[in-house]
């Protein structure tokens, strides 16, 4: 088996798209949003990178099956949207033209993709002879 392109080089925008979203946070929004709303933004930014490290990993191995890079792959890209972006969303409330409350229910759903993705990599390890 081989390195997997597609992952790596996803892994490692999105690993730059977090350093930006997290200085952006960090420093842009320090003054604007109450504490609470920051340490929210910075929990999205936080697993966001945890699961973008894991996917630089996991393109990297070449002793993960391709089936299992490619479910957690998609686990962990949709988990991040739903958990972080949600976070992100709500962070930021007061300054968009719409409720973000409304999408608060898709922050649960992220983590739990988040989780199943974990899950799948265990899987993928057992049953891989």
């Known amino acids: 088996m081989k390195i997997n392109k597609n992952i790596v080089i996803t892994a490692a925008l999105l690993a730059a798209l977090t350093i930006i979203v ?19 933004f910075e929990t999205g ?11 630089l990993a996991l393109g990297l191995s ?3 099956l391709p089936k299992t890079q490619k479910w957690v792959f998609w686990f962990f890209i949709i988990g991040i ?3 972080s972006g949600s976070i992100y969303l709500l962070a930021l409330n007061e300054f968009l033209p719409f409720d973000t409350k409304l999408i608060a229910f898709t922050t649960p759903i992220g983590g739990f993709l988040l989780i199943i993705g974990w ?7 057992i049953v891989n002879k």
């Open 119 to 125: 899950l799948r990599l265990a899987y993928g390890v």
């Open 22 to 40: 997290g200085a952006f946070g960090a420093h842009g929004l320090k003054e604007l949003i109450s504490e609470k709303s920051l340490v929210s």
């Open 45 to 55: 930014v936080r697993y966001q990178m945890y699961h973008v490290i894991v996917m």
């Open 81 to 83: 949207l739903f958990f």
């Open 62 to 64: 070449t002793g993960i």
